[in-house]
């Protein structure tokens, strides 16, 4: 049965179809309680997409990472603005880099460890933060020790050559950079072949002073650490070499020991011909890396988006700058020098997680809270409105009497009132019908039990009507009350 409110309206009012255009001018369909739960639902479900897509946007939005590095003009800092500008060019870049220039590496390490970095690059044989977790393995570092030819000096006599590390006790040794970790390694070397570092004179400058230095003969021997194919080493190589002679690289045939005793540091070996026609044959030394670290706090998903970044554009960048080619991933191990991020190490592993994989949990529980939260809401609805859904019943039941009285009445004026009476109650029943506290069903049985007191009233109002004049008015006096 389709409900007509007008028609309602229209069988009810006493005033006739005038009174109910001016009562109810512009009736509208009222929206049952089904059809509320369901804008309430399809609005639920808006959030939680609005929800969803925010969350995936601030999960996806590109991050920008600041990178400790120095010192300046460094090889590490060329190499990480040359990430920088290969990651801004990079189309959907999850992660932008920020390079924050420092004096060095112990400078780096300490903007990592006090939280004014994300990232840094430091050096493997220092002291690492705690809060520092590798992310890949920017190059590997060699230390190079060497004795210039002897000069030829008139009326002296030359002092005895140096072909070993043992012999350096009592010599002068010069240490390319001015970063305190290549005086370190120089007195790790010297210890471990039992040279007292307190029997030599060790003296320290700058790269770039370190042509100039050994043309003077300011040192004995020399030590430099840097890549093997370093163009500080290269260039100071070549400064040494002198009247026709060239350097000598001093084995350090004790690495292997070296690297027991501090795991800092590997066994290496420097190429023959590393540094132009130095050494003639392989030499054995020490070396060691310099790594990309993370903060401990930062992202898991952040970090290996930096790291399946850096590795994808490392080939691409190694024709530009050979330097790039050297980075290698992190050691996973759990023994590793420096643990590795958990984030690079789901990169390496294979085991990096999706969107989904990640807020999976997330969107699954705020769907269910969300679903909690409706139906919570529906049942508080449904309890705020128990009292107009039982005033409701009480009125229908009124009703419902008032076809009986209808029935039994024997004066227009009676029939009067209960009509008035009935309009009351229409009013009454369609608030509860728009305000969502009953349902169609509810108001098709009350529209039922209208058309009922309507027939009623009709049929009654038609008897009173056809009755002979003198018991109309009989009727009327007892329904006054006296007769």
Known sequence: MKLSLKRLFARSMTGGPDLVE????????????????????????????????????????????????????????????????????????????????????????????????????????????????????????????????????????????ITKIAQLAGRRIGVIGRTQANVNLLKVILKQYGVDPNKVEIIQFPANEAAEAIRSQRADAYIAAGPVNSKITTDAMLASSRDGGTPTILAIDLAEAIAQNHPAYESADIPAGSFGSVPEEEVKTVSFAHYIVARKGLSESTVAAFTRQLFSIRQALKNEFPLAAKIETPDTDKDATIPAHPGAAAYVDGEEKTFLDRYSDFIWWGLMALSAMGSAGAWFASYLKKDERNNNSSLRERLLAMIAAARKSEASEELDLLQTEADEILRETLQCFEHGAIEEGALIAFNIALEQFHNAVADRRALLTSLPQHLQRTAQLRATGTL
Do not use: C, E, H
């Not at 590095?69 to 990480?80: E, I, Q, R």
């Not at 390490?109 to 006090?114: E, G, I, T, V």
């Open 22 to 161: 001016s009562i109810a001018p512009s009736p509208r369909s009222p929206r049952s309680a089904k059809r509320q739960l369901t804008f309430v639902s399809l609005a639920g479900l808006m959030a939680v997409l609005g929800i969803a897509a925010g969350a995936y946007y601030f999960a996806m939005r590109p991050v920008t990472l600041k990178v400790a590095v120095g010192p300046a003009s460094s090889d590490d800092l060329k190499v990480v603005q040359t990430l920088a500008q290969a990651f801004n060019n990079q189309r959907n870049s999850q992660i932008r880099l920020r390079p924050l220039p420092t004096d060095g590496a112990v400078a780096s390490a300490q903007a990592l460890a006090d939280g004014k970095a994300d990232l840094a690059i430091i050096r493997g044989d220092l002291d690492v933060p705690k809060n520092a977790q590798a992310v890949a393995t920017l190059r590997k570092n060699v230390a190079v020790l060497w004795v210039p030819p002897a000069a030829k000096a008139k009326g002296k006599k030359a002092p005895p050559k």
